[in-house]
Structures are given as structure tokens and as C-alpha cells.
């Protein structure tokens, strides 16, 4: 008899009963055990009567899933593996083989090898593709075959993979692997330092600090911290990262919610590492949560000069609860807000539009810092200045998650080579080249101008006559050939990320910042203005 496979078994009735706390949870304390009742039975009579064999374990799992996707996307039902793999993220450390490995529907791919883990030693790279982890073909495994490459220290494990067409073998011994929250930091000239802080977890606060501290001995007067691509973390270690840099008793972050225990305000409590110190703080699209906490903070407070592109927008706040069976349920509690009173959730996951889709908010309010300078809510946060190679658009996010760019690097990486990174070079002529393959590569990605147009003819088109129609499809037409025009229009913003993405496969991730510290246009430009006085307290008074 044939499994019943994942499906999406939609609950809406039952949604309220992971969801409600508190004081609501006695109001509504009848409907709850009425619906947790309809839905035992429900479960119990569809397993024991479907005319197939069915997986109860698989249509929960899916239940819940699909039950919580109606709400955020960051309210997840976290199972056994997703709780170790919660606790990692925030410790910084795990045993594996020290690389960076994403699925792609049945593909599961190497995205970074860490110099000196095993998956380097073993000569894996960049663009490998794992088709198969001990006995265990990758395409027959439900689950995220990643997990499969993680174990004890000392155990060894036998991979298959695919390089450029030829099947390969290697055997990597697993050990402990440190996930550094301070990947990188140096002086970027006699006065300048530059710390990279790309993760929250729980040595954050603690490597910025010694980063800090070691900059300082070698005579930095002037700081750059770039939270460019820094995803969040640990609610405390923002408030810790920040109090390095404002005063004690300083007011950082305040949550608020429905339930009163979640109704909070976070403080300083140390003293800091340095109230004076000139501070730069670099952010792009990719910036969200924690780091939004740090930048938003200093910019209301006054502290640092904001540099880049709007930050992701991620205003709100998770917890994980504890369930049965080791299992977790991480819920969002709260909204957290800015010294300024101003919340940065760019997406309302609340208001939905036809497709199911959550709205981007667009109205904003006008929130004043400290010294009085204008600053908004809802999207983010903008940077006092803006640099034009980090902004973001759909072309360039269509191309980075159709693996375009990570495709084409790996190419690349086969076909050159450079005897150091201050000999790397990305020519005009290479350019081209990117913009040919991406092209033969046939992806596709809509703008927000063809969404509306398509949704016009759909909605009316009985009521446009032929001609009119004709015209729509024309404009639809000239749109398709502005998108091939984009590869220039945006030639710019495509190329740092082609040239980051290739760095990295030759000199590794160090490589890629020692490259940033001569060519990086955000380092450029945050080392100028930190080396003008008086611009720089313009900005802030």
C-alpha cells in the first residue's frame, strides 16, 4: 500500500492553540478545548479509515507547519533536530565538517568550505554537489541530508560528489567547528579600524570587545562596524554589542505585546568599552533583527554615522517555548522598538494581499533621535548615508536565488586563476561574460510592474477592447526587454556581488575582507568621512 507523503493539511480553526497566552487563555479557555477535541478526532478517524496506509508523524508535522505559516514566518514548530540546530546557531560551535551546506530541492550543495575544517582539508569547494553521505543517496532523503554530515568528534564520515561533471569520493574526519560571531578584523589605515561582526550568538559582545581592544593597540582612533549580511541573534547580545559604545542605564530596545510578562524595556548594564571613539556602522538588505537593534539604537541615540542600504525591517521578537517530546515551539511574543519609539517591520504579516502574500508597509512615521534629527519607522533602518552598490533589487535577488552568480563563480574559479587577492581582477570583458551566461541560463523573475499589469488584463479584461489589450501586452513586451537592459542599468551592484562571491572561492572568506579593506565602496566611503571631522558631526548634530 502506497504512503501518504507530506501534503498541507490547513487548520485555521486550531491556530489559536499554540498561539493564545496569558490572560486570554482563560477567556477563551472553552473554544480551545473544543477545537483541540475536534481535531484529536479528526486525526484519529482519518488515520484509522484512509483507504491507504497513512504516516501520522509526517501529516502532523505538515498540520502544524501549514497551521503556523498563516501567521509569520518566523513562528516555527522546532522537532528534536531543529532545537539541537536552534542551540548551535546560538552557542557558535558544533561538530561537523566545517562548511557552509544548503539544500536546493534535491540537490545538496557546498556554498563555503571554512579554510582549515575538514571539508576544506579534504579539498572539497565551492558548487560541490553532495549526491550521496555514507550509504545514503541525497535524493532519496526526505529529510535535510545536511544533518547526516554532523556527529561526534573523531567519527569519520564518506561523501560522493559531483565536481564540474566528474563524480568524486572523499572521507572527512568530523571535529568541533567555531562559529566566530568576529570573523574578521584589522586596521584599515594608521587611524581606521574595521571589525566584522556577522551573527549574534552568544560570543558576540564578548570577541567585539577584544576586537576592540586589540585594534586600539595597534592605534585605531576611529571604528567601522560592519553589520552588512548579519541575519541577528541573541536579543541580550544587541543590547550587550550596543553597550559598548553608550553609556550604562541606557535605554536600548522596549517589546511590547498582548501578554504583560512580554511587556519590556532593556537596558544597558555595563559600563562601556568607549563613549568617544568616532563610529561607523555599515548595514545593507540583509542586515535584520539584532542588527537592526544595534544600528537603530546608536542612530536614536546619536552614537554612529549609519552608512549603506535600508536594513532587512525585521521588527519582532521570538521565544522558543518548551513542548513534549524535546520539541519546541518558537513564537513571535512581541514588536520590539528603537530608543526613539519607532518599530522597523517592513512586512505585515497581518494584511495580506489576493495572493496570500504580506504586505510591505509604505506609510511611515517620523520619529526624532535624541538631538533632534529626522528618522522613520516600518522599513527598516535607513542609513543616514546611502551607498548605491549595496542597494538591492528584484533582478539581483532573482539572480543570487536562482544560483546565477553562485553558478557562474564556480565556473569562474575553473577557468583563472590569481596569485594573491590584491592580483584578482574582474574586468568589463568578464562582465560580459556574466551577462551572456546569465542570459543562456533562461531565468526568470517578475517585477512589480508586470504584477500589476497582468492583474489589470486579468481582472478587466472583458471590459478592454482588443486594442487596449494589444497595448497592455506590448508594454508587458518592452518590460521583459528593460530587464535584460537591468544587467547594465545595474552593472554596478551585480558586480560587487559577482566579484564577492569569487574572492571567496579563491582566498577564502579572510580574502574577501582583506579585499574590502582597498576596494569596498561602503569601507571607502566610511574611512573618508570618519577622517572629516566636521562632516561627520554635521551628520549627527
Known amino acids: 500500500?502506497?504512503?501518504?507523503?507530506?501534503?498541507?493539511?490547513?487548520?485555521?480553526?486550531?491556530?489559536?492553540?499554540?498561539?493564545?497566552?496569558?490572560?486570554?487563555?482563560?477567556?477563551?479557555?472553552?473554544?480551545?478545548?473544543?477545537?483541540?477535541?475536534?481535531?484529536?478526532?479528526?486525526?484519529?478517524?482519518?488515520?484509522?479509515?484512509?483507504?491507504?496506509?497513512?504516516?501520522?508523524?509526517?501529516?502532523?508535522?505538515?498540520?502544524?507547519?501549514?497551521?503556523?505559516?498563516?501567521?509569520?514566518?518566523?513562528?516555527?514548530?522546532?522537532?528534536?533536530?531543529?532545537?539541537?540546530?536552534?542551540?548551535?546557531?546560538?552557542?557558535?560551535?558544533?561538530?561537523?565538517?566545517?562548511?557552509?551546506?544548503?539544500?536546493?530541492?534535491?540537490?545538496?550543495?557546498?556554498?563555503?568550505?571554512?579554510?582549515?575544517?575538514?571539508?576544506?582539508?579534504?579539498?572539497?569547494?565551492?558548487?560541490?554537489?553532495?549526491?550521496?553521505?555514507?550509504?545514503?543517496?541525497?535524493?532519496?532523503?526526505?529529510?535535510?541530508?545536511?544533518?547526516?554530515?554532523?556527529?561526534?568528534?573523531?567519527?569519520?564520515?564518506?561523501?560522493?560528489?559531483?565536481?564540474?561533471?566528474?563524480?568524486?569520493?572523499?572521507?572527512?574526519?568530523?571535529?568541533?567547528?567555531?562559529?566566530?560571531?568576529?570573523?574578521?578584523?584589522?586596521?584599515?589605515?594608521?587611524?581606521?579600524?574595521?571589525?566584522?561582526l556577522s551573527r549574534f550568538n552568544r560570543k558576540a559582545s564578548g570577541q567585539t570587545k577584544s576586537a576592540i581592544q586589540d585594534l586600539k593597540g595597534q592605534g585605531m582612533e576611529q571604528l567601522?562596524?560592519?553589520?552588512?549580511?548579519?541575519?541577528?541573534?541573541?536579543?541580550?547580545?544587541?543590547?550587550?554589542?550596543?553597550?559598548?559604545?553608550?553609556?550604562?542605564?541606557?535605554?536600548?530596545?522596549?517589546?511590547?505585546?498582548?501578554?504583560?510578562?512580554?511587556?519590556?524595556?532593556?537596558?544597558?548594564?555595563?559600563?562601556?568599552?568607549?563613549?568617544?571613539?568616532?563610529?561607523?556602522?555599515?548595514?545593507?538588505?540583509?542586515?535584520?533583527?539584532?542588527?537592526?537593534?544595534?544600528?537603530?539604537?546608536?542612530?536614536?541615540?546619536?552614537?554612529?554615522?549609519?552608512?549603506?542600504?535600508?536594513?532587512?525591517?525585521?521588527?519582532?521578537?521570538?521565544?522558543?517555548?518548551?513542548?513534549?517530546?524535546?520539541t519546541q515551539l518558537k513564537v513571535t511574543i512581541s514588536r520590539y522598538y528603537t530608543p526613539s519609539g519607532r518599530c522597523i517591520q517592513s512586512l505585515d504579516y497581518w494584511n495580506r494581499d489576493e495572493e496570500g502574500n504580506a504586505k510591505r508597509n509604505t506609510n511611515f512615521q517620523e520619529f526624532k533621535t535624541r538631538k533632534g534629527r529626522k528618522v522613520q519607522d516600518g522599513g527598516g533602518v535607513m542609513p543616514d548615508i546611502e551607498i548605491a552598490a549595496l542597494k538591492s533589487n528584484t533582478l539581483l535577488d532573482a539572480l543570487k536565488s536562482n544560483l546565477l552568480i553562485f553558478d557562474f563563480a564556480t565556473d569562474f574559479f575553473y577557468d583563472n586563476s590569481f596569485d594573491g587577492v590584491n592580483d584578482f581582477s574582474f574586468s568589463d570583458s568578464d562582465y560580459e561574460a556574466f551577462k551572456k551566461y546569465a542570459r543562456s541560463q533562461d531565468f526568470s523573475f517578475q517585477t512589480e510592474t508586470e504584477t500589476l499589469l497582468e492583474e489589470t488584463i486579468n481582472k478587466e479584461e472583458h471590459l478592454l477592447g482588443n486594442e487596449v489589450q494589444d497595448k497592455y501586452k506590448d508594454l508587458l513586451l518592452a518590460v521583459n526587454q528593460g530587464k535584460i537592459i537591468a544587467l547594465d542599468t545595474y552593472k554596478k551592484e551585480i558586480k560587487k556581488n559577482v566579484e564577492d562571491e569569487i574572492i571567496k572561492r579563491y582566498f577564502y572568506r579572510k580574502g574577501l575582507y582583506d579585499y574590502y579593506l582597498k576596494h569596498d565602496d561602503a569601507i571607502l566611503a566610511a574611512t573618508a568621512l570618519l577622517s572629516d571631522e566636521s562632516k561627520y558631526q554635521d551628520i549627527l548634530n
Not at 154 to 170: C, L, N, P, Y
Not at 225 to 249: H, Q, S, W, Y
Not at 261 to 285: A, C, H, M, R, S
Not at 303 to 324: E, Y
Open 1 to 196: 500500500m502506497k504512503k501518504i507523503a507530506k501534503k498541507k493539511l490547513v487548520l485555521p480553526l486550531i491556530a489559536i492553540t499554540f498561539l493564545v497566552l496569558g490572560s486570554s487563555f482563560k477567556s477563551d479557555f472553552f473554544e480551545i478545548a473544543k477545537q483541540i477535541e475536534i481535531f484529536t478526532t479528526l486525526f484519529k478517524e482519518l488515520n484509522m479509515n484512509y483507504v491507504d496506509e497513512t504516516n501520522p508523524a509526517e501529516l502532523m508535522d505538515s498540520a502544524i507547519k501549514n497551521m503556523l505559516d498563516e501567521l509569520d514566518p518566523y513562528t516555527r514548530f522546532l522537532n528534536e533536530q531543529d532545537v539541537e540546530a536552534f542551540r548551535i546557531n546560538n552557542a557558535g560551535e558544533y561538530s561537523g565538517i566545517g562548511a557552509l551546506v544548503r539544500s536546493y530541492e534535491s540537490k545538496l550543495l557546498i556554498i563555503e568550505p571554512y579554510e582549515g575544517y575538514p571539508a576544506d582539508r579534504a579539498g572539497l569547494k565551492a558548487g560541490d554537489e553532495i549526491i550521496k553521505i555514507g550509504e545514503t543517496l541525497v535524493s532519496d532523503f526526505d529529510d535535510n541530508a545536511s544533518e547526516l554530515l554532523k556527529g561526534a568528534n573523531g567519527t569519520s564520515v564518506d561523501v560522493t560528489f559531483v565536481r564540474q561533471g566528474e563524480t568524486k569520493k572523499a572521507t572527512l574526519e568530523r571535529e568541533g567547528v567555531e562559529v566566530d560571531a568576529v570573523p574578521y578584523y584589522s586596521m584599515v589605515d594608521d587611524k581606521t579600524g574595521y571589525v566584522v
Open 224 to 326: 567601522i562596524l560592519d553589520l552588512r549580511g548579519n541575519p541577528g541573534g541573541l536579543l541580550t547580545e544587541a543590547i550587550n554589542v550596543t553597550n559598548l559604545f553608550v553609556p550604562k542605564d541606557e535605554l536600548i530596545v522596549t517589546t511590547k505585546s498582548k501578554v504583560k510578562k512580554f511587556n519590556q524595556q532593556y537596558k544597558t548594564k555595563k559600563q562601556p568599552e568607549d563613549l568617544n571613539i568616532p563610529l561607523v556602522v555599515l548595514v545593507d538588505g540583509s542586515s535584520a533583527s539584532a542588527s537592526e537593534i544595534v544600528s537603530g539604537g546608536l542612530q536614536d541615540l546619536d552614537r554612529a554615522v549609519i552608512m549603506g542600504a535600508r536594513s532587512f525591517g525585521k521588527g519582532l521578537v521570538q521565544r522558543p517555548l518548551k513542548l513534549t517530546y524535546g
